[in-house]
């Protein structure tokens, strides 16, 4: 039984040097400060991300023109400990608006100090992104695929380290 | 997707796994052979029934994709925040803070 869980549930957890209500803020009132560029599902780069602050809340991308681009919904909402929402995301970086297509991401946060705070993810159900696994296959067997956005991100976070 | 849940426990043949979920068998059918092209389940004929069970493969690179996703992302996540602080208490710019709505820093443009 825990096999099934473990198979299908990724996490992650990073700790960070500051209080918890500044890490929930960041974390979801400044998404945009953040989220990988390039990991935008609009035609155009986006420049806003905003969580609607409640449950049934949107969770979308704005661009430069004000287009909305929808990414999820908030399914839980307890600041400044959680948040969980949907990803209706598959591998494609296309928005399913099917419910049952959707995989849920849970970001808790505990405090751990006055200054610290640990930030763990959870993104279960990702199995329901099956239909659109035969695209990522094709992606991440392509030369370029992660191996170059990883290339890239380690140049990015150099420059961020030295700027 | 419940079939994916129930495969995970062990390998089923399709009247198996309709008779313990609230679909019909040829929903089941259906979404088993979503599963089979999608690379994250596989048949085999044992006697004169298929039997269905997890490609681990399949589901480890589908758990890949997700893992590298939100390792990147947390990553960035936790390069916004030091920058951020370390951008609050130097009193200067930095990338993390250009867009604070909440903190507006020292900084001058």
């Known amino acids: 039984m825990l096999k099934t869980a473990e198979g299908t549930i990724v996490r992650k957890s990073v700790r960070v040097g500051v209080p918890i209500e500044q890490a929930f803020s960041v974390f979801v009132e400044q998404m945009e400060t953040w989220w990988p560029a390039e990991h935008h599902i609009g035609g155009k780069a986006f420049e806003s991300i905003i969580v609607e602050p409640r449950v049934g809340g949107r969770w979308y991308e704005r661009d430069a023109e004000g287009k909305d681009c929808d990414w999820g919904t908030v399914r839980a909402w307890d600041p400044p400990r959680l948040v969980t929402l949907t990803w209706h995301l598959g591998p494609t970086w296309k928005f399913d608006p099917d419910l049952a297509k959707a995989s849920d991401v849970a970001i808790r946060f505990t405090s751990e100090g006055p200054s610290t705070t640990l930030v763990e993810l959870e993104h279960s159900g990702i199995e329901r992104h099956g239909e659109g696994y035969e695209q990522l296959r ?26 | 997707m419940a079939i994916f849940q129930r495969l995970a426990n062990g390998p089923l043949a399709v009247n198996e796994l309709a008779a313990v979920l609230p679909v019909s068998r040829p929903a089941v059918s259906q979404h088993l052979r979503v599963l089979k092209d999608a690379g994250l389940v596989v048949d085999s004929a044992e006697g004169t029934r298929r039997m269905y069970r997890l490609d681990p493969e399949g589901v480890a690179r589908l758990r890949a994709h997700f893992d590298q996703v939100w390792e990147r992302a947390l990553g960035s996540f936790e390069k916004a925040v030091e920058t951020r602080k370390k951008g609050e208490s130097d009193a200067k710019d930095s990338r993390g803070n250009h867009r604070a709505k909440k903190r507006p820093s020292g900084r001058t443009h």
């Open chain 1, 138 to 163: 094709a992606a991440l067997d392509g030369p370029d695929a992660w191996t170059r956005t990883l290339e890239e991100f380690a140049k990015a976070a150099d420059r961020g380290v030295r700027g």
